[in-house]
T-cell receptor
Framework: AQKVTQAQTEISVVEKEDVTLDCVYETRDTTYYLFWYKQPPSGELVFLIRRNSFDEQNEISGRYSWNFQKSTSSFNFTITASQVVDSAVYFCALRGAGSYQLTFGKGTKLSVIP | DTGVSQDPRHKITKRGQNVTFRCDPISEHNRLYWYRQTLGQGPEFLTYFQNEAQLEKSRLLSDRFSAERPKGSFSTLEIQRTEQGDSAMYLC??????????????FGQGTRLTVV
């Protein structure tokens, strides 16, 4: 069975602060993929990043960075210098290599206050 | 191509009525998925198609739910005899086949169903 836990239900930060969203996962698969999606109030899930289990390099994309640690089964997401437009619900998700379906966490609602 | 599109965006229906939603995937994507998202929860898998074949259905998909993907292009999700518990956001996604390229799923904006 696969499971994704996002322990932070809601986070509020003041604009320009850095914020880290936590994601812990469980899987028996040796090869798997981890994802982050952003869901703004409009409802669409916007793909942010995919990370393969065999690639533990951290990634930075502009103000976004991801820290994948296989030893602790975590895939955390940091937004640097947050902006109001970052306000959304963020979902972490997991898919086994032989699977077709995503297992999502419950999401973290991020509010960036001007 | 502008991504996955879903229609309608919102649907309000009376309990007991039938509803049908449509999803148009990204044109070159072979796989199409339906997910359901209730308030405060992450999306949950309902079913998926590879081309026109429906290959898997979740236990969440009761007999009142049926999905089709004729000709492997757009898909429809029908709910018969709707119940208040069916109220949710229904999300469609599409992706390439494994081995073809990146296999992340791209989602549409969803259809929000309210059963009154």
């Amino acid at each position: 069975a696969q499971k994704v836990t996002q322990a932070q239900t809601e986070i509020s930060v003041v604009e320009k602060e850095d914020v880290t969203l936590d994601c812990v996962y469980e899987t028996r698969d040796t090869t798997y993929y981890l994802f982050w999606y952003k869901q703004p109030p409009s409802g669409e899930l916007v793909f942010l990043i995919r990370r393969n289990s065999f690639d533990e390099q951290n990634e930075i994309s502009g103000r976004y960075s991801w820290n994948f640690q296989k030893s602790t089964s975590s895939f955390n997401f940091t937004i640097t210098a947050s902006q109001v437009v970052d306000s959304a619900v963020y979902f972490c998700a997991l898919r086994g290599a032989g699977s077709y379906q995503l297992t999502f966490g419950k999401g973290t609602k991020l509010s960036v206050i001007p | 191509d502008t991504g996955v599109s879903q229609d309608p965006r919102h649907k309000i229906t009376k309990r007991g009525q039938n509803v049908t939603f449509r999803c148009d995937p990204i044109s070159e994507h072979n796989r199409l998925y339906w997910y359901r998202q209730t308030l405060g929860q992450g999306p949950e898998f309902l079913t998926y198609f590879q081309n026109e074949a429906q290959l898997e259905k979740s236990r969440l998909l009761s007999d009142r739910f049926s999905a089709e993907r004729p000709k492997g292009s757009f898909s429809t999700l029908e709910i018969q005899r709707t119940e208040q518990g069916d109220s949710a956001m229904y999300l469609c996604a599409s992706s390439l086949l494994p081995g073809v390229g990146n296999t992340e799923a791209f989602f549409g904006q969803g259809t929000r169903l309210t059963v009154v």
